[in-house]
């Protein structure tokens, strides 16, 4: 299974573009990279998830790299609201897959 | 919000005693798993199904069972709970590969 690194905690301002990066060196080739993100105790929430291609959505863009092996979530003007525990997954096991989680990257966005 | 339920929200049970989770979709997803999440650990898969009757271990699957007998049903049974599995368990869907996974509420549940 693809295992991922990510920083255990990040800073950023209110206003400015959050940069979480993500290490997955072992990926293969066809299994995806995941970002969710959890606010306190709730249930983890979706951000975005791509294969090869860089991706954006109304939350978030993800870039990654040619080779696969690392990728960066980019919040474009992090709120307070955007403090949370980012996740970044891989899936693995072929048609039967499944998502394993990390510790994740805690991320504070401060005033 | 996607239709997942976690019951029951919270419990308290004594050592020794056997416990269910029931996590229930109207989603008609095929993938189901059961993760628990304790300080310190983020979030580690106990078991995951990828459809019915069709069930596999994940990371921390010693001293729980699943069952899924229909699809919109994936239970998890602590055979007889031990105080180590005091934690918040979750629930996740999935339709298929490279799509969005969605998450229950989280069932708290502390053994005695």
């Known amino acids: 299974d693809a295992k991922t690194t990510q920083p255990t905690s990040m800073d950023c301002a209110e206003g400015r573009a959050a940069n979480l990066p993500c290490n997955h060196s072992t990926i293969s080739g066809n299994e995806y990279v995941y970002w969710y993100r959890q606010i306190h105790s709730q249930g983890p929430q979706y951000i975005i998830h791509g294969l090869k291609n860089n991706e954006t959505n109304e939350m978030a863009s993800l870039i990654i790299t040619e080779d696969r092996k690392s990728s960066t979530l980019i919040l474009p003007h992090a709120t307070l609201r955007d403090t949370a525990v980012y996740y970044c997954?891989?899936?693995?096991?072929?048609?039967?897959?499944?998502?394993?989680f990390g510790k994740g990257t805690l991320l504070t966005v401060n005033p | 919000d996607a239709g997942i339920t976690q019951s029951p929200r919270h419990k308290v049970t004594e050592t020794g005693t056997p416990v269910t989770l029931r996590c229930h979709q109207t989603e008609n997803h095929r993938y189901m798993y059961w993760y628990r999440q304790d300080p310190g650990h983020g979030l580690r898969l106990i078991h995951y199904?990828?459809?019915?009757?069709?069930?596999d271990k994940g990371e921390v699957s010693d001293g729980y069972s699943v069952s899924r007998s229909k699809t919109e049903d994936f239970l998890l049974t602590l055979e007889s709970a031990t105080s180590s599995q005091t934690s918040v368990y979750f629930c996740?869907?999935?339709?298929?590969?490279?799509?969005?996974?969605?998450f229950g509420q989280g069932t708290r549940l502390t053994v005695v």
């Open positions: 997954i891989v899936d693995s096991g072929g048609s039967n897959y499944k998502l394993t």
């Open positions: 199904s990828y459809g019915v009757k069709d069930t």
């Open positions: 996740a869907i999935s339709v298929k590969r490279g799509t969005e996974a969605f």
